[in-house]
């Protein structure tokens, strides 16, 4: 509670105290003027004064409290317009979710698109690797192809040569045949043979000029294959030039990537460094203080709660701002009542503050993880290390949702228990029950215990125990004991227990 709210209270309680005392003495002194106004009797004129001055005073009270407290001002003048901006507050803070939900399916989209670039790049070097490998195959076969049409075309400058020649030849005969006609008769044998000479290389001539038309078909054929390859060429190095660009985008996205990655990892480094050169500063503060703390009592051992405290739902920022301080002036009323005491800048009890994680930074994210939830939040200052009288407690805040764990009369834990044993042992039966059952299935259950404390989970009231007993007793043979749940319990609450027999 706020020290301004308790001085309004006391000043309330105080304003009531004094018009009671003025009422009563303003009725007895005029009950014994016996005033009277008009035609009223004394005791009318006492009472009409005395109802007057009750309505007169707390008018003056309200308007002197108006004066000295802001907050009565507020209450009084400000109510639907701070409604108002807490209507509105509200409405920022839900489209604010909205656009980080959002922005949170951009970076999942953004991702999943990284992803698909990955594996086409992965693709792309694939396919560049087996164009580059057919290029090479067809470069040869491409060679060969060349070296084979230059042999065509060697063997065909040799036949057409032969050619010439042979048809050279057939012309020389043909005009020894004209000329030599008239001595034919005389020459037959010689004409014969003559002319079965020609008859042979008329029948050469033609076989050389279909090989002639075989070469040249042949060679035709080749330039088209040529022709085709070359296309086939270009468009193969046209791929390569896309792949090539393509291959380089990624390759330079990557590496821009990749440089990013190196400036994240460099500064992890130097925070990690920062972080242990801070342990290191605090364990030989811790150490140079030892000599001292070790001779006077523990107060504080690790890992115990010095004060819990619970923020509603949908609260704001502010909201959740004056619990966390609450939190921690709770600790430090704690925290000094068992000897804590301030030293230089740290209060008795409150948030160790390093160059790495300062105390700003750490009531920041306490406020961002509290701030506008659903559920209520729990917000547990817990000590970080033993701790001793005379020196300051350095605590740490940890949120957690505030969820119901049991309903009401829902079973938390059963036993049997023999009523015919004696009151002793029926007694130890019951302790046993609620230490081995109930408290460790309520830590299983996600109850947040109260470290440090006699009862971290709760305990059970001495006369709610001794009526179990006895109702025990009275059915003197075997019976079913359940625990329930005495209302809804949620996880920081205590936990209250009713006990069912069957």
Partial sequence: ??????????????????????????????????????????????????????????????????????????????????????????????????????RSTEIAELELQQRRLQNEGNRLKDTNA???????????????????????TVELRIISAKTRSLNERVNALLREVKQNTEQLKVVVAD?????????????????AAETLREIQTRNLEIERENTKLSAETNNLKKELEELRETSDKISANLSAQIAAAEVDLATLIATREQL?????????????????????????????ELARWIIEPNSSREEASLGLSSLLRTARVRAEARGAKAYNDAPSAGLLSTETSPATFQTDTILRSTTSQSEPMVLQAVSIFNHFNGEPVFVEVRVAP????????????????DGALDERRILEAIGAFIRDRVGPKALEDKMIPAFGSDAPLGEVDDQQIVSLMQIIRDYGRSVRVQAVAAGEIRRADRLRLEFRLR
């Fill in 191 to 207: 004409a014969k043979a003559a002319q079965g000479q020609a008859k042979t290389n008329r029948e050469l001539a033609n076989k």
């Fill in 402 to 417: 505030n969820t119901v764990v049991y309903r009401a009369g829902q079973v938390i834990a059963e036993t049997r228990i």
């Fill in 1 to 102: 509670m706020q020290s301004s709210s308790i001085t309004l209270i006391l000043v309330l309680c105080l304003m009531g105290g004094v018009i009671a005392y003025l009422a009563d003495l303003l009725g007895r002194r005029l009950g014994k003027k016996r005033l009277t106004l008009g035609h009223m009797r004394p005791k009318h004129t006492a009472a009409l004064l005395t109802t007057s001055a009750g309505v007169l005073i707390p008018l003056v009270t309200i308007g002197l409290m108006s004066l000295l407290f802001s907050d009565v001002r507020e209450m009084l003048f400000r109510t639907e317009a701070i409604k108002e901006e807490l209507r509105r507050v509200e409405g920022n803070m839900r489209v604010s979710e909205k656009q980080l939900q959002q």
């Fill in 276 to 304: 242990q050169a801070n342990v290191a500063n605090l364990e030989s503060l811790l150490i140079a203080r030892e000599g001292l703390a070790r001779t006077q009592r523990l107060i504080y051992s690790f890992g115990e």
């Fill in 130 to 152: 087996k164009t580059q490998k057919q290029l090479g195959t067809t470069k040869r076969e491409l060679g060969g192809a060349q070296r084979q049409l230059a042999s065509r």
